[in-house]
């Protein structure tokens, strides 16, 4: 089913089974770059239709994906004449979609009765779109704190849906665990080598579609999508299609700074983080960190003056465009940004986003509304210590009853006490936090 075989980076193993990790020694696994027809013979529809560069399968699982569209920007000052490819384009909203099509055709293939997924987000969503199309059955192993809006959508596609853990990995260790029992198909962003080979059509598809592209900025996530941006390019570049391999601009959050916002970019360790940086020297490209709040802003102002509706954790990359456009490291004629996922899979942060705050809080407790105001002030950063709280809500009560108030939040596990080093005891919220105060919003809503 290869086009050519991949082998481990560092002993050399032959690689049957698509596992990017060496069964042997657990280094990554690779497919050597590969020449595919003259870009004059590709008549692009579809993701497959560059199955020069792909494995081959009887059966190929398809909801036509890829082939998304490049736009320009055109009424944003700061980055006028930028290209933008709109991954939120594909069939589930995101860029995963390029991978579930690999991964679920090799299922099929395989004879598979069932396949077993673990991720954030997207990529379960992805898997059970794909696995409703192939008619297999589909559980997809997540962190409890995940929100619901993509659990809901997974249970739409008929997947059924475990929550364990407050982390991916101990999601993909309890779906390694259900998939070695019953003989399933493990499938998870980080084992599968299909991820790489189907994520890195993005830029087979962008050497057709745009002329010398010099940079290109991409969200860094985990590494994976950087590192199948690298294998695309060292792909388009064996056949002739491009000279060079473009920068490659990684764009993260300021780890001071974590948001809620965008799980997919929270990553505590990047399981490519080595790849990332080698790639970032090669190219001569670089890392830029974003704060959280800036990417929402971005991705609204997307909306607004562009008509595009994309995720927060996507703005990430138009706020890191701007800032590398004003220092003149890239120009927008020959730059393009990577969008990753559609706003209509995080309605629920614009919801909240877009809310009148001033509500009043009508049925709750004196004592509950005040700890409904002060989670309002920290979640908004507008207050985060005891006495810019007392103050901000105009002295009202004694500043005694605040840090009562602060005391049984944290209890309570909705707020903690930050880790920015200040000489004040400031806080933050927890996920937890912000889940309640979302279900208290909507329910003040409702009445
Ligand atoms: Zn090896």
Same mark, same amino acid.
């Given at each position: 089913m290869w086009k050519e075989q991949p082998t481990c980076i560092e002993c050399g193993k032959e690689i049957l089974e698509p596992s990017l990790r060496c069964p042997k020694c657990q280094n990554l696994t690779l497919v050597p770059p590969i020449q595919g027809s003259h870009s004059s013979e590709i008549n692009l529809q579809t993701m497959w239709s560059l199955s020069d560069f792909l494995p081959s399968y009887n059966k190929p699982i398809t909801l036509f994906e890829g082939n998304t569209p490049i736009v320009k920007v055109r009424n944003i000052k700061g980055y006028k004449d930028l290209s933008l490819k709109l991954e939120f384009r594909n069939p589930t909203g995101s860029f995963r979609d390029r991978a579930l099509s690999l991964i679920v055709s090799d299922a099929v293939q395989k004879k598979k009765k069932s396949i077993i997924g673990a991720s954030t987000g997207s990529f379960s969503i992805s898997l059970a779109a794909y696995s409703a199309k192939a008619g297999i059955d589909t559980t997809n192993v997540v962190p409890q704190n995940l929100e619901l809006t993509k659990i809901e959508q997974m249970k739409i596609f008929g997947s059924r849906v475990i929550e364990i853990g407050d982390s991916v990995d101990e999601a993909i260790s309890k779906a390694q665990e259900l998939a070695s029992k019953d003989d399933s198909y493990l499938a998870t962003p980080e084992t599968s080598l299909l991820t790489i080979e189907g994520q890195k059509t993005i830029s087979l598809e962008l050497a057709l579609q745009m002329k010398n592209i010099k940079s290109v900025i991409v969200p860094r996530g985990a590494g994976s999508l950087i590192y199948s941006i690298f294998r695309g390019f060292q792909d388009a570049q064996k056949s002739n299609w491009v000279e060079d391999v473009p920068a490659i601009f990684a764009v993260s959050l300021e780890k001071t700074k974590v948001s809620h916002l965008a799980e997919s970019l929270e990553i505590k360790k990047p399981f490519l983080l080595n790849e990332v940086k080698d790639i970032l020297n090669k190219t001569k490209g670089q890392e830029i960190e974003i704060k959280g709040d800036e990417m929402i802003t971005a991705a609204m102002d997307l909306a607004k003056y562009e008509g595009l509706f994309i995720e927060p954790a996507s703005g990430s990359v138009l706020v890191a465009a701007e800032e590398l456009l004003r220092n003149e490291t890239i120009t927008p004629e020959s730059s393009v940004a990577i969008l990753t996922g559609s706003g209509f899979n995080a309605l629920n942060i614009y919801a909240a986003q877009m809310r009148? @705050? @001033? @509500? $009043? $809080?009508? &049925?709750?407790s004196e004592s509950s509304t005040t700890k409904f105001e002060i989670l309002n002030l920290i979640a908004e950063e507008k207050a985060v210590y005891g006495y810019s709280i007392w103050v901000s809500l &105009? @002295?009202?009560?004694s500043l005694q009853s605040i840090y009562q108030h602060l005391n049984e939040l944290q209890k309570k596990g909705i707020i903690i006490i930050s880790k920015r080093k200040t000489k004040r005891k400031e806080f933050e919220m927890t996920k937890k936090g912000y889940e309640t105060i979302e279900k208290m919003r909507n329910l003040i809503d409702f009445i």
């Open positions: 009148d @705050k @001033k @509500k $009043v $809080v009508w &049925g709750l &105009g @002295k009202t009560q």
